[in-house]
């Protein structure tokens, strides 16, 4: 595999100084060259927690609470304007091993009409977690949170989640979840980084979306990484709202109920892998 650079970024918001040093670790054991550290934080605190680790570290600080996606595109533009060839996107709860990046960027290189892959994601149990999605309906992201019938959410699920594919395969995936994206450079300079007027939810549906349009974007169920994923608009009111807001946002830019192009692009997933 030739040597290629690959940069990673993580985006900070008043994180436990434990969890920082389990995703940070991970990445400077990676063979990522450079490691964007992004504070939304209201203080630098963190900066004393991370800065140490090494020298790979670039900490980025005094933006604001900007949101996921904005504080990730801090990082994508250095990462582009430096002519990275890789850059990985990543959760504070994340933990992956050495290995890891190294299968993902040889599959991507193998692969040259992917334009985003994601692994297998699992809970810290080893449990999978079924980040494989269908481009949602208003169903999907609004409604069934208020649906008080189990029945028929766990039967959309099913289908929604793609659980009949086994997730045991390579699959071409048109909704990856952005708690591990690793990004081809070049075709996010001609589709576009996150859609900053998304604060939080939704934007990694909106970018993987973008560039399924043109190219592959794939779940590889090679390579395994560990998410804790606490679920936490499901617990705060606040972030709730947040959630709420960021798919009005998202159904208003792509359709709500007459979603031509969804409905065919989901179709043809469920043509292809179930």
């Not at 996107?89 to 599959?107: K, M, S």
């Not at 909704?175 to 576009?192: N, Q």
């Not at 606490?230 to 960021?246: C, F, G, P, T, V």
Request: glycine share 4%; proline share 5%.
């Amino acid at each position: 595999m030739k040597n290629t650079e690959v940069s990673i970024s993580v985006v900070l918001y008043k994180n436990r100084p434990e969890e920082i040093n389990k995703v940070v670790s991970c990445a400077i054991e990676s063979l990522a060259q450079h490691i964007y550290v992004i504070d939304n934080s209201p203080t630098d605190d963190l900066k004393k927690v991370v800065v140490p680790l090494s020298e790979k570290i670039i900490y980025i600080y005094g933006q604001g609470n900007v949101g996921f996606g904005a504080g990730h595109n801090i990082a994508l533009r250095k990462s582009i304007e430096q002519n990275a060839q890789y850059h990985l996107v990543l959760n504070p709860d994340i933990e992956f091993q050495a290995d890891v990046l190294p299968q993902l960027q040889l599959f991507m290189e193998e692969n040259p009409n992917v334009g985003l892959v994601m692994p297998k994601i699992v809970y810290p149990n080893g449990d999978i977690q079924y980040l494989c999605k269908l481009l949602p309906t208003p169903f999907d992201w609004i409604f069934r949170r208020f649906c008080p019938f189990k029945s028929i959410i766990a039967k959309r699920n099913e289908k929604y989640e793609l659980r009949a594919s086994g997730y045991n395969k390579t699959m071409n995936i048109p909704y990856l979840s952005g708690c591990f994206m690793l990004f081809r450079t070049a075709v996010l300079s001609e589709i576009g980084i996150f859609d900053e007027r998304i604060f939080m939810y939704g934007e990694d549906t909106d970018i993987t979306r973008r560039i399924h349009k043109k190219y592959q974007t794939v779940f590889y169920p090679k390579v395994v990484v560990t998410h804790k994923h606490n679920k936490e608009s499901y617990r705060s009111h606040r972030l709730l709202w947040i959630h709420i807001k960021a798919a009005i946002y998202y159904f208003n830019k792509w359709g709500w109920f007459f979603d031509k192009e969804r409905r065919a692009i989901n179709r043809q997933v469920l043509r292809e892998i179930i």
